[in-house]
Nanobody, 121 residues
Framework: QVQLVESGGGLVQAGGFLRLSCAAS????????MGWFRQAPGKEREFVAG????????SYADSVKGRFTISRDNAKNTVYLQMNKLKPEDTAVYYCAAELTMWDITTPNYWGRGTQVTVSS
């Protein structure tokens, strides 16, 4: 079992920035591909960004390319999502996810409880 805890959400103005963190329990963090997903009111949960276990493969949704950056620090069992140039349409609950795979995250095995990000106009 892997426990994931997100933090760093909040209220920001359009054009601002925010950094989300996801802390994972255990000593096998480096065996998991990690990712961020988000869900806005009335919308389906969607993929935002993913990073492989060794950070050799990184992917982003088209809507956030050039604005968001995912990274991981295996020594600290933590994944980050740096969000810049935020837009109102980025407003959602952001979830951290983990998958025991050597490739890209596709079907997460574990989920955090989410952190709210709200971007005002």
């Amino acid at each position: 079992q892997v426990q994931l805890v997100e933090s760093g959400g909040g209220l920001v103005q359009a054009g601002g920035f925010l950094r989300l963190s996801c802390a994972a329990s255990g000593r096998t963090f480096s065996s998991y591909a990690m990712g961020w997903f988000r869900q806005a009111p009335g919308k389906e949960r969607e993929f935002v960004a993913g990073i492989s276990r060794s950070a050799g493969r990184i992917s982003y949704a088209d809507s956030v390319k050039g604005r968001f950056t995912i990274s991981r620090d295996n020594a600290k069992n933590t994944v980050y999502l740096q969000m810049n140039k935020l837009k109102p349409e980025d407003t959602a609950v952001y979830y951290c996810a983990a998958e025991l795979t050597m490739w890209d995250i596709t079907t997460p095995n574990y989920w955090g409880r989410g952190t709210q990000v709200t971007v005002s106009s």
